[in-house]
């Protein structure tokens, strides 16, 4: 069993810039054969965490559990856990069998043993033609995954990989991705996974921990992550293009509630006020009545009219008939191939639709925007966190 615990870790490196922690009261449950990718801005503490379980850092308060032991006085070399660096440095003079064997000889493993398990590693990540080239004989892709087999055949119950990928291109990315993917299948390992990129953690994830500023702002399955993030923070970071987020206030209204944007500006259809269907919200809406939040709505979730209006935009009236529309004028068009962009301005805010490929939108051009309010999210812009 490889649960990972981590209770209340706090981390300052010494010198750090006005004390500030690294990691500050981190508290994470990790399951026996989970895969927790860990995800958030620069210097946020990703890192530091991995390390910190790995035992190259030294927690300054808390606890960190193994397999229901406390490590924290434990060296890494008796953690029974195996990490993959971003800066994978393999030895230059050695083979990728010499590569792979290394760790197991320290551990002075039986040489029989060693050979096994370099060969079944090496037959898992396609390594096997390759065992007497040099690094520098291979691709990067096939460095990679030696850093990744040198993990392997340590048969650790937990791996950690700090940013394993990001030296790779978009397609070797890819595969790797995938092909790690399929090992942690396989191993049925514990995985601790830290990157930056997107896909690798929606897709890779049994669970996403998103970080800031070394606390955790919302650990859940990806697909909770994105479809009800827990504050602003989250909200922005997952997904791509962003979550779009318009400043207003709540008010009631006969139906139930209106979100009016709040616009300084005298652009014209920058005053739009949504009707917000009730079953859709939660009972903590009506706590915030006039005041202060922030509408959240996903590109897909912004839907334009398909074709090229040569008339003068007519607003389209909504539900109960008095809520001025949303108008928006186009800014900039990113086709993708599979879908497009629309950079949309509405006033002092620039709203991002994604919309199907075959649109035929023309810079500059109006229109009226509907959102769909049953895909509507609410902020707090005082606290950030969600109305839910
Ligand atoms: N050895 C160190 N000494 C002092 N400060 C450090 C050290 N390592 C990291 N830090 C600081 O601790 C904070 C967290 O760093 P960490 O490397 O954990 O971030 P990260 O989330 O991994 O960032 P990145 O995505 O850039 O890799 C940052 O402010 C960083 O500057
Ligand atoms: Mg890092």
Redesign the pocket.
Known sequence: MARVVLDKIFKT?P??TGNRP?VCGVSLDIADGEFMVLV?P????????LRLIAGLETADAGTISLAGRVVNAVPPKDRDLAMVFQNYALYPHLTVFDNLAFGLKLRKLPRAEIAERVRAAAMQLGLAEVLDRLPKALSGGQRQRVAVGRAMVRQPKVFLFD?PLSNLDAQLRAATRAEIGRLHARLAATMIY?T?DQVEAMTMGDRICVMKDGTIMQVAAPSDLYNSPANLFVAGFIGSPPMNFLPGTLEKSPSGFAFVASNSSRHAGANFKFELSAPYLSTRVADHVAQPVMLGLRPEHLHVPLAVSKLPVVPERSGDGDSPPLIAQIELIEPMGAETYLHLRVGENILIARIPPAGRHVLGEKLTLTPDLTHVHLFSSVTGDALR
């Open positions: 490196y010198g750090a690294a958030g620069s210097g946020c503490g990703k890192s530091t965490l940013e830290v930056h």
